[in-house]
T-cell receptor, first 116, second 112 residues
Framework: DAGVIQSPRHEVTEMGQEVTLRCKPI?????LFWYRQTMMRGLELLIY????????DSGMPEDRFSAKMPNASFSTLKIQPSEPRDSAVYFC??????????????FGPGTRLTVL | GNSVTQMEGPVTLSEEAFLTINCTYT??????LFWYVQYPGEGLQLLLK?????DKGSNKGFEATYRKETTSFHLEKGSVQVSDSAVYFC???????????FGTGTRLTIIP
């Protein structure tokens, strides 16, 4: 398996522009997570889906952020409009949830976003 | 709520030195505990885990023991290598949940 795939790997944009980050989870996995990593705040969970349904979006910073999962093999995280404080590395992770036991989350390589 | 407190970094050691990275936690119930590693330019990878008190997780020469009495899960390795240079994250999860709670991470640099 190719692992979790994220695109783009790097994105540089100007303040006010729309940014779309993409994620393809591991085939067969049914949970998908979006994280943000910064020096100041560390690693934060933004939102996660199970069977394509958003389960917890309490970590989404504000209305400028939105996430979708239209099918089991694709998810997007959109920021509109972007601001310099959104600059961070955004990770997507996926796992196979079976019952109540924890199953390992596999992380993608991340998208480094710079908003000028 | 849940929280994880990790040893402040960065940590710099010579090759073959003994490593300890401290981790303590606060959680309700009986969480599972994890160490994740992040190599430069990559995403996080699960290094080891322990799901109940007194369990010892181990992988690639690293070990950590789930200590319920001290709410700790310290990471140790007897002889580190340059290739161990990375950022290490302690994390926990409550049974039945999918949300990992991460510590702030500890950057480890091993010099030859």
């Amino acid at each position: 398996d190719a692992g979790v795939i994220q695109s783009p790997r790097h994105e540089v944009t100007e303040m006010g522009q729309e940014v779309t980050l993409r994620c393809k989870p591991i085939s067969g996995h049914n949970s998908l997570f979006w994280y943000r990593q910064t020096m100041m705040r560390g690693l934060e969970l933004l939102i996660y889906f199970n069977n394509n349904v958003p389960i917890d979006d309490s970590g989404m910073p504000e209305d400028r952020f939105s996430a979708k999962m239209p099918n089991a093999s694709f998810s997007t995280l959109k920021i509109q409009p972007s601001e310099p404080r959104d600059s961070a590395v955004y990770f997507c992770a996926s796992s196979l949830r079976l019952g109540l036991n924890y199953n390992e989350q596999f992380f993608g390589p991340g998208t480094r976003l710079t908003v000028l | 709520g849940n929280s994880v407190t990790q040893m402040e970094g960065p940590v710099t050691l010579s090759e073959e030195a003994f490593l300890t990275i401290n981790c303590t936690y606060t959680a309700t119930g009986y969480p599972s505990l994890f160490w994740y590693v992040q190599y430069p330019g990559e995403g996080l990878q699960l290094l080891l885990k322990a799901t109940k008190a007194d369990d010892k997780g181990s992988n690639k020469g690293f070990e950590a023991t789930y200590r319920k009495e001290t709410t700790s899960f310290h990471l140790e390795k007897g002889s580190v290598q340059v290739s161990d240079s990375a950022v290490y994250f302690c994390a926990l999860i409550n049974f039945g949940n999918e949300k990992l709670t991460f510590g702030t991470g500890t950057r480890l640099t091993i010099i030859p």
